[in-house]
């Protein structure tokens, strides 16, 4: 597990509740995640592949090495460093979350245009 608090200085105490909460259930928000994901890549607008369609529903999801990203303001995302699917290369594919439920999907791919 690693996660990352941005910028890096000292939280403020919300922010560190929230880690606190990001690490106690970091599984299960792992797991949503990747569920999210699931439901979420298989519309139109994120164009896979068939062959990626049929792993993103396979036994085992796609993604792998997750990571929390929380930033100072509280908001914060679960960024998956190691997928098999194009939308996430490089960078990995984050989802963001609004409190404890998945809210979006943060697409890493063109990171480098930003």
Excluded: N
Aim: glycine share 8%; net charge negative; proline share 7%.
């Amino acid at each position: 597990m690693s996660i990352v608090i941005e910028p890096a200085a000292s939280p403020e105490q919300g922010v560190l509740q929230l880690a606190a909460v990001v690490v106690a259930r970091f599984d299960e928000f792992t797991d949503l995640a990747a569920e999210y994901l699931q439901q979420r890549l298989g519309e139109p607008e994120y164009r896979l592949s068939d062959v990626e369609l049929l792993a993103l529903h396979g036994a085992e999801p796609p993604f792998g090495e997750p990571e929390a990203v929380i930033w100072a303001d509280g908001s914060w995302m679960l960024r998956f460093a190691e997928s098999r699917l194009e939308i996430a290369d490089p960078y990995g594919i984050g989802v963001l979350f609004d409190g404890t439920s998945p809210c979006a999907i943060e697409d890493l791919s063109d990171a480098d245009s930003a």
